[in-house]
Structures are given as C-alpha cells and as structure tokens.
C-alpha cells in the first residue's frame, strides 16, 4: 500500500548514516502540516488527557475518565488524547456521549495500536515528536491519568516545558491522588529538598479525585487568562 511505503520509522532517522537527510526532513515537516491542520479544525478551546492503555471498561480509572470526558464536553470543550485504548478511550467515550468534540492523536506502533471508535477527528501519526507537539499545540490544559511510561514522559515535558517557558503557563491536574501521592511526595522531599526545583515549580500540579473538580481546575484558569494560547511565539 501507498501508506506503507511512505512510512518512515523513527529508527531509521535516527540510525540513518547514508546521509539521505532531506528525505527524513521533508516526509518528517509534512506529518508536522498534517497535525497543524488538524488542530486547527478544534473549534473550541481542548484538553488533552493522558493515561494508561492497559486500563480496562468497568474499571475505576475508566468510568473516572469517562466522566472527565463528559464533563468538559457539556462546558464546551473538546477532549484530545492518544486515541488509543483504555483511558484514551475512556475520555473520548465521554466527550462523544455529552455532545463533545472528541480528538485522537494516534500512533503507529510495532504493536499496532488501533484508534479507539469514539474518535470525531483522527490523526495517526509515525513520529512521537510531531504527536506529542499537537497535544501541546491544542491544549489549554493537560488532564493526567494514572499510567506507566508513556504517561511519565507526556507529565514531566509539559512540566519542563512550563519551567523553562516554552510554553505559557497552563494547568497540569493529577487524577487519583493516592496513585500520584508517592511520586509527589518524593519530588518535595528529594527535588524540592535539594533545591533542584522551586516551589513554584512544584505548584504547577494539582491533585484531585473528583471529575468536576479537575474541569474547574482547567476552567478557572483559562478564564483568568482570558483563553491565551499555550505555545509561545
């Protein structure tokens, strides 16, 4: 198929050492296009919501995302995540049962990771650079979910993106304290202790288990900052 052709896997850019470097940057800058445009048909302000894949219909973590789907949906927001399984598909689920516009930002996997059905605007991506961009670009707020790697490194880039000013300051909410409590606990006694980060830094999370309590969160501060972008110029 054309599509498979065109694919270019991560591995080989960054194991290219024939030097056939224009190809890499120009299919690489047309997957960037694709995922600008698609951001750009979000006609109202986005969250994006991350989390395991693994979490499973009926779980806790499921019906809590589920509902945070819901709830920023009958505010007027759209819902962006992943698109894959589990909490993705949790909160895309929500969002398109309330009404919502529901966004997935998929990935092609060795594993293939299939798009979940709840999905109103789809993109699949090749490169978790150009992916993880769009979750920044069409967000004003980041929702995180209880999940492995994946879900660590999508909390800490937005966390170091804040820090260092990349972005504009939007708010970070943790669900399910318990799950999240160890992990802050050790950045306030090892990082904060050690003076590796300020607290100011550290008040860039909010905890919460409660749905509605986390669209509040998310709500209150784009009103105070009167709907601004997050990506700086």
């Not at 059905?117 to 978790?128: A, E, G, S």
Request: proline share 4%; aromatic share 10%; with cysteine.
């Amino acid at each position: 198929m054309p599509e498979q052709r065109e694919r270019l896997d991560d591995r080989e850019v960054l194991s290219s050492a024939d030097g056939g470097h224009e190809r890499h940057v120009q299919m690489i800058a047309a997957e960037f296009r694709r995922g600008f445009e698609a951001v750009d048909k979000i006609d109202r302000p986005a969250v994006s919501v991350f989390g395991s894949a693994r979490v499973a219909e009926g779980q806790h973590f499921y019906d809590l995302a589920r509902q945070v789907g819901g709830e920023f949906a009958r505010a007027g927001w759209a819902i962006v995540t992943g698109g894959g399984p589990g909490i993705m598909e949790a909160a895309n689920r929500g969002s398109q049962e309330a009404g919502g516009l529901s966004v997935g930002f998929n990935i092609r996997l060795p594993h293939e990771q299939a798009a979940n059905p709840y999905i109103d605007l789809l993109l699949t991506f090749d490169h978790f650079y150009a992916r993880k961009t769009m979750f920044v670009k069409a967000a004003e707020g980041f929702v995180i979910f209880p999940g492995g790697f994946g879900t660590m490194d999508e909390l800490f880039e937005s966390l170091t993106l804040i820090q260092v000013g990349k972005i504009f300051h939007f708010p970070v909410v943790l669900m399910d304290c318990d799950y999240w409590e160890e992990m802050v606990g050790w950045m306030r006694r090892e990082l904060l202790g050690k003076k590796m980060i300020s607290p100011d830094d550290l008040a860039l999370l909010s905890r919460t288990d409660d749905p509605a309590e986390a669209v509040r969160i998310v709500l209150e501060h784009h009103e105070h900052h009167d709907g601004k972008s997050t990506v700086r110029p």
